[in-house]
C-alpha cells in the first residue's frame, strides 16, 4: 500500500515537472508567434480599412486563387504534411537525419506535384468552369498562376509543419502568415496606382510565395535540420503499410475540411460576383482574428499531442486539453466581442461604406463558429494523433456535404450572410460532434468551471461599453470602447485569476514594461 502511495506520488510529481516544463515551452513560443500574429493582424485591418475595399474584386480573385490552391495542394501533397508531424516521434534521431523522414515527405510531394503537372491540361477547363463561374468569367486566364500557387503554398505548408517538430513556431510563423500580410497591401496600392495589371497583381502574389518558401528552407539550413538522408521508411514495411494509410486519410481530410469550412469564399465567388468575394473575404480576415492564437497553440502542441498519444500519456493529454480550452475561450470570447464593439466604426471609417456594411452578418456568423471552436480547444489535434484518427476523415468529408448543400440553400435566401451561417452551422456540429467522441473514447472533456466566470465577465464587459455614450469622431469611438472593453475584461480575468497562464503572460508583460520605464536611480 505505501509503495503504491509512493508511486502515486511519484506519478503525480512527473506530471506536475511534465506540465510546468512543456506548458512552459507552449508559453513561450505562443507569446512569440502571438506578437508576429498580431502584428499580422494590425496590418491587416489597416490595409482591410484603407487600401482593400478600393480594390474588391482583385481581392475576391487573390483569395479565389489561393483557396483553390489550397485545397488542390492537400492533394499535390498526398498527405505529406500531417505525416510530418504523426510519424516524427517514431523516426526522431539527429544522428540518422531522423530516418530520412523529410527527404521522404519531399519525395511523396514532389510525385504528386508531377502527377498535377501531367493532369492540369484536363483540370483546367473544370477549374474555369466552376471556380470563375459566369460573372467572372473574364479572369480566366489568371487559372494558370494556380500551378506555382499551389507548389509554393504546399512547401509552405509542409517545412512550416515539420519545422513545428523542433518546437520552433515563430519565423515559420512570419514567412507563412506576415510575409504576404506586408506585400499585398503594396501590391494591390501599386495596382491602384495603375502601374500594375491584374496579371502583374497575381504575378507578384506568386513572387511573394515563392520568397517566403526560399525563407522557409533557409531557416530549416540555419536550425541545422535540412537533412536530407536516405528514408528508414522505405524498409520499413510495417511503417510503409501505416504511413499510406493515414497519408490516404490526410487527403481525404484535408480536402474534407477545405470543403467544410473554406468552400464558402469559392461559393460566392462563382456563385455571386468577385466583388460580393472581395465583402465576404475582408469580413472573414476580421473574424479570422479571433482564431489566430488557436492556429498558434495548434502548431505548438501538435507535436506535443503525437508524442504523448504515441506513449500513451493520456492524463498529460488531458492536462494540455482542458489548459487549450480554458486559455482559448478567454481570448476568443474577449476578441469576439471586441471586433463586434467596434465594427459599425470600422465599416463607417472604410470607402464605399454601404457595400461593407453587407459584411456585418458575415463577421457575426464566422466570428461565432470561431469562438466557439477554441472554446473546444484542441480536439482535432487529439483525435488526429490518435488510433481514431479516421474518425475525423468521416466527420469532416459528412460536414463538407452539409457545408455546400447549407451554401446552396442559404446563398439565394440571405447572400453574403447565408454563407457565413452554413459554414456557422457546420463548424458548431464539427466541434459538439468531436466533443462527444472524445468523452466516449478517452472520457475526459476540455470545460472547466472556471469557464462560467468568463462568460459572464465578458457579457458584462460588452454591455457596460455598448452603453457608453458616443463621440461625433467614429475613431474616437473606435479607440475609446476597444480600450474600455479590454480594461473592464481584461483585469477581472486577471484579478480573479481565472486562467494562471494568462496572469503569468500579463505579470510578465508588467514586469518587462516597469522595467523598460524605470527611471535609474540618481
Not at 486563387?65 to 492533394?75: K, P, Q, R, T
Request: glycine share 8%.
Amino acid at each position: 500500500m505505501g509503495i503504491q502511495m509512493v508511486a502515486g506520488a511519484n506519478s503525480c510529481k512527473g506530471i506536475h515537472h511534465w506540465e510546468e516544463m512543456h506548458m512552459g515551452i507552449i508559453q513561450r513560443q505562443g507569446l512569440k508567434s502571438s506578437i508576429i500574429s498580431y502584428i499580422g493582424i494590425a496590418l491587416g485591418v489597416l490595409s482591410t480599412i484603407y487600401i482593400y475595399p478600393h480594390a474588391l474584386e482583385i481581392l475576391g480573385l487573390f483569395r479565389s486563387l489561393v483557396d483553390a490552391s489550397i485545397l488542390i495542394g492537400i492533394v499535390v501533397m498526398m498527405g505529406s504534411s500531417v505525416s510530418a508531424v504523426r510519424f516524427f516521434p517514431k523516426y526522431q534521431d539527429a544522428a540518422s537525419g531522423h530516418g530520412g523522414l523529410l527527404t521522404w515527405l519531399l519525395l511523396v510531394s514532389g510525385v504528386g506535384f508531377v502527377i498535377f503537372l501531367l493532369l492540369y491540361p484536363f483540370l483546367n477547363s473544370w477549374m474555369i468552369e466552376y471556380i470563375f463561374g459566369e460573372e467572372n468569367r473574364k479572369y480566366a486566364d489568371m487559372a494558370i498562376y494556380i500551378i506555382p500557387l499551389t507548389l509554393f503554398l504546399a512547401l509552405i505548408n509542409l517545412l512550416s509543419r515539420y519545422i513545428s517538430n523542433f518546437r520552433l513556431i515563430t519565423i515559420p510563423a512570419a514567412l507563412e502568415q506576415l510575409s504576404i500580410k506586408l506585400t499585398l497591401p503594396v501590391i494591390v496600392l501599386i495596382y491602384l496606382q495603375g502601374w500594375l495589371s491584374v496579371e502583374g497583381v497575381v504575378i507578384c502574389v506568386v513572387a511573394s510565395f515563392g520568397l517566403a518558401t526560399l525563407g522557409m528552407i533557409y531557416y530549416l539550413m540555419y536550425i541545422g535540420e535540412l537533412k536530407l538522408a536516405k528514408p528508414v521508411i522505405i524498409k520499413d514495411k510495417a511503417g510503409l503499410k501505416e504511413y499510406y494509410r493515414y497519408a490516404w486519410y490526410g487527403i481525404l481530410s484535408g480536402v474534407g475540411s477545405q470543403v467544410a469550412f473554406r468552400i464558402d469564399q469559392l461559393m460566392v465567388f462563382s456563385l455571386i460576383k468577385s466583388q460580393a468575394a472581395g465583402v465576404y473575404s475582408i469580413s472573414w480576415a476580421l473574424s479570422e482574428i479571433i482564431v489566430k492564437p488557436m492556429r498558434m497553440l495548434s502548431n505548438i502542441s501538435g507535436p506535443m499531442l503525437a508524442q504523448k498519444i504515441e506513449d500513451n500519456k493520456m492524463d498529460e493529454v488531458k492536462v494540455i486539453y482542458q489548459k487549450s480550452s480554458l486559455t482559448m475561450t478567454i481570448i476568443g470570447a474577449g476578441l469576439f466581442f471586441l471586433i463586434w464593439t467596434v465594427l459599425p466604426y470600422i465599416f463607417i471609417m472604410m470607402p464605399e461604406t454601404t457595400v461593407m456594411q453587407q459584411g456585418a452578418y458575415v463577421v457575426f456568423f464566422l466570428g461565432l463558429a470561431q469562438m466557439w471552436d477554441m472554446m473546444t480547444g484542441v480536439n482535432n489535434e487529439i483525435i488526429s494523433y490518435s488510433k481514431y484518427y479516421r474518425f475525423i476523415l468521416y466527420l469532416t468529408l459528412l460536414l463538407g456535404v452539409v457545408n455546400v448543400g447549407a451554401n446552396f440553400l442559404f446563398i439565394p435566401m440571405y447572400g453574403l450572410a447565408g454563407s457565413a451561417l452554413a459554414t456557422c452551422i457546420s463548424l458548431f456540429l464539427f466541434n459538439v460532434i468531436k466533443l462527444i467522441f472524445i468523452q466516449v473514447k478517452f472520457g475526459f472533456h476540455p470545460f472547466t468551471s472556471r469557464i462560467f466566470p468568463v462568460v459572464g465577465f465578458v457579457i458584462g464587459a460588452w454591455l457596460l461599453t455598448r452603453a457608453l455614450p458616443e463621440s461625433d469622431s467614429n475613431i474616437i469611438n473606435l479607440f475609446y470602447k476597444s480600450a474600455v472593453f479590454t480594461i473592464l475584461y481584461g483585469s477581472a480575468i486577471w484579478k480573479f485569476n481565472i486562467s494562471p497562464d494568462i496572469n503569468h503572460w500579463i505579470d510578465l508583460a508588467i514586469s518587462k514594461a516597469t522595467t523598460i520605464f524605470k527611471k535609474p536611480k540618481m
